[in-house]
């Protein structure tokens, strides 16, 4: 069974910065576009930031462009989004999901859960 | 951007009944529309792609319809499982923009 499974959420102060983890299993993970999709509590969802298969090319909402960073490992199969200058309004459950070639999001992780607080 | 516009916001509905929900995008998007269920505490899941696709597993209760700007998520009959809320988004161009939701409560 395909699989993705997101880690490093918790609690940040406002300023401060997190990495999160994506690890992908069971695809080819070079073939694939991934993306980050966040939903605040009670929100509904937005998406963050994407890059490709390759790695070669990555987007970025407006929100978080300057502040978030995506890359990935394909040694290690897995997607990081690197977090800086958080904020309040950062708080979400970040969810890491495939693309598929018709550009829907096919497979989702869990989600792991960022709370930026003081 | 493109921005995705659901309605209605909520509604409420019985086992058994037939349920429409409208998204309309801001310019066309020709099938560019994917639709998603979400329960409290999960992931979301994909239902519908490309505007009318019905994703693997998914039961033939549900159909999508729909082309540039106005597309529809239909419940032919509506199960217990079913209630939860319901996310259209658009993969016609990036930013990837979700619709603010629907939830499909019991009556």
């Known amino acids: 069974e395909v699989q993705l499974l997101e880690s490093g959420g918790g609690l940040v102060q406002p300023g401060g910065s997190l990495r999160l983890s994506c690890a992908v299993s069971?695809?080819?993970?070079?073939?694939?576009?991934l993306s980050w999709v966040r939903q605040a509590p009670g929100k509904g969802l937005e998406w963050v930031s994407a890059?490709?298969?390759?790695?070669?090319?990555?987007f970025y909402a407006d929100s978080v462009r300057g502040r978030f960073t995506i890359s990935k490992d394909n040694s290690k199969n897995t997607v990081f989004l690197q977090m800086s200058s958080l904020r309040a309004e950062d708080t979400a459950v970040y969810y890491c999901?495939?693309?598929?070639?018709?550009?829907?999001?096919?497979?989702w992780g869990q989600g792991t859960m960022v709370t930026v607080s003081s | 951007d493109i921005q995705m516009t659901q309605s209605p916001s909520s509604l409420s509905a019985s086992v058994g009944d037939r349920v429409t929900i409208t998204c309309r995008a801001s310019?066309?998007?020709?099938?560019?529309l994917n639709w998603y269920q979400q329960k409290p505490g999960k992931a979301p899941k994909l239902l519908i792609y490309?505007?009318?696709s019905l994703q693997g597993g998914v039961p033939s209760s549900f159909s999508g319809s729909g082309s540039g700007t106005d597309f529809t998520l239909t419940i032919s009959s509506l199960q217990p499982e079913d209630f939860a809320t319901y996310y259209c988004?658009?993969?016609?161009?990036?930013?990837?923009?979700f619709g603010q939701g629907t939830k499909v409560e019991m009556k």
């Open positions: 310019q066309s998007i020709s099938n560019s």
């Open positions: 490309a505007a009318s």
């Open positions: 890059i490709s298969g390759s790695g070669g090319r990555t």
């Open positions: 069971r695809f080819i993970f070079s073939s694939f576009d």
């Open positions: 999901a495939r693309r598929t070639s018709l550009a829907a999001f096919d497979i």
């Open positions: 988004q658009q993969s016609y161009s990036t930013p990837r923009t």
